[in-house]
């Protein structure tokens, strides 16, 4: 079965005067048509890094994509050089990307109407009236009132959550195959936060697209999402279906990030357990696991074996450790 975005062996690396960053490092993982998967993981972990190597917008230097293939409808979009016309034909029309932060993501001294005009116009050799009537289209689809006379208004004029709601139809203006979320709701209050998920799931349900939401909340993932990936320090370690991850994780620090958020079945006052430690510096990996100083499973072959590989544990679950903790949780 060919998938419709297949990453394999991703390897992105930061070259700076005094070292080398792996904020990518080995990174493999698919995405399905008409499908909603989830990255999560800590700050740092790479997973913006993963995603903006995808569409090759790693600032460069000192950022540079060292290995890998993304393989986009079977194509490698590695191939083509970052700022060719075949990668910006990909940028906004094949996939689009919704990011962090819209304050810095629009443009400030255009109008946001112009800013989803232009894609329609490139992407799609719209003319500027039929782009104009698509844009206003899109600005009711997402939820923004009036939208005829805010078209001619500027980013500033507008809340964060509406910014946002403006990114998202920018990004689903050229009907893309795939939308990357790059934490979406970063900005806004919680509010807000539920209300922009349910529109962006709704919208690629309705477009039939499939969608990366990249984020640290589990709770997100654990409404959406179809299957999720676990990174850590650059690497993917742990992937399964939300209910496998859920009711199941078999990495420890899956384990961690599901003990240190609440949850509604919980009993009453318990208490939330933090992840020791930090996460490691990712200009001096360990030879073994990176998770290993903070673990409360660790073994003695944890402290002398290289990081372990994913390996398959049961259908689509895989985990990257030696030590089988069913049963060991608690």
């Given at each position: 079965m060919q998938h419709l975005l297949e990453v394999i062996n991703l390897r992105t690396q930061f070259h700076l005067d005094h070292g080398i960053i792996k904020a990518v490092d080995g990174v493999s993982y698919h995405v399905d048509e008409h499908e909603i998967?989830?990255?999560?993981?800590?700050?740092?972990?790479?997973?913006?890094?993963?995603?903006?190597?995808?569409?090759?917008?790693?600032?460069?230097?000192?950022?540079?994509?060292?290995?890998?293939?993304?393989?986009?409808?079977?194509?490698?979009?590695?191939?083509?050089?970052?700022?060719?016309?075949?990668?910006?034909?990909?940028?906004?029309?094949?996939?689009?990307?919704?990011?962090?932060?819209?304050?810095?993501?629009?443009?400030?001294?255009?109008?946001?109407?112009?800013?989803?005009?232009?894609?329609l116009e490139i992407h799609r050799n719209f003319s500027k009236k039929a782009a104009r009537e698509r844009s206003i289209e899109l600005l009711k689809m997402v939820g923004i009132s009036d939208a005829a006379n805010r078209m001619d208004h500027y980013p500033h004029q507008f809340?964060?959550?509406?910014?946002?709601?403006?990114?998202?139809?920018?990004?689903?203006?050229c009907n893309p195959e795939l939308v990357i979320a790059d934490e979406p709701t970063t900005a806004v209050d919680v509010?807000?936060?539920?209300?922009?998920?349910?529109?962006?799931?709704?919208t690629v349900e309705q477009l039939n697209t499939s969608l990366i939401v990249v984020?640290?909340?589990?709770?997100?993932?654990?409404?959406?999402?179809?299957?999720?990936?676990?990174?850590?320090?650059?690497?993917?370690?742990?992937?399964?279906?939300?209910?496998?991850?859920?009711?199941?994780?078999?990495?420890?620090?899956?384990?961690?990030?599901l003990r240190s958020v609440p949850r509604l079945d919980s009993p009453k006052g318990k208490k939330l357990i933090p992840?020791?430690?930090?996460?490691?510096?990712?200009m001096n990996m360990p030879g073994t696991c990176a998770f290993l100083p903070r673990c409360e499973y660790q073994t003695e072959r944890c402290k002398i074996e290289p990081w372990p590989d994913l390996r398959r544990i049961d259908g689509k679950h895989t985990t990257a450790c030696y030590v089988d903790i069913r049963g060991k949780i608690h």
């Open positions: 998967v989830g990255l999560v993981g800590e700050s740092g972990c790479g997973k913006s890094v993963t995603q903006l190597s995808v569409i090759q917008l790693i600032a460069s230097p000192p950022g540079k994509i060292v290995d890998g293939q993304v393989l986009l409808d079977g194509q490698d979009l590695l191939k083509f050089k970052p700022n060719s016309d075949e990668m910006s034909a990909i940028r906004g029309n094949k996939i689009g990307m919704i990011f962090q932060e819209p304050m810095t993501s629009l443009n400030p001294v255009l109008t946001v109407g112009y800013q989803i005009s232009e894609m809340s964060g959550g509406m910014r946002q709601r403006v990114m998202i139809a920018i990004a689903l203006s509010t807000t936060q539920a209300q922009l998920f349910e529109l962006m799931v709704s984020t640290h909340s589990l709770g997100v993932v654990a409404r959406y999402s179809h299957r999720i990936y676990v990174m850590y320090a650059g690497r993917i370690v742990e992937s399964g279906t939300s209910e496998d991850i859920f009711e199941n994780p078999l990495h420890p620090y899956t384990v961690g990030l992840i020791p430690g930090l996460p490691p510096n990712l």
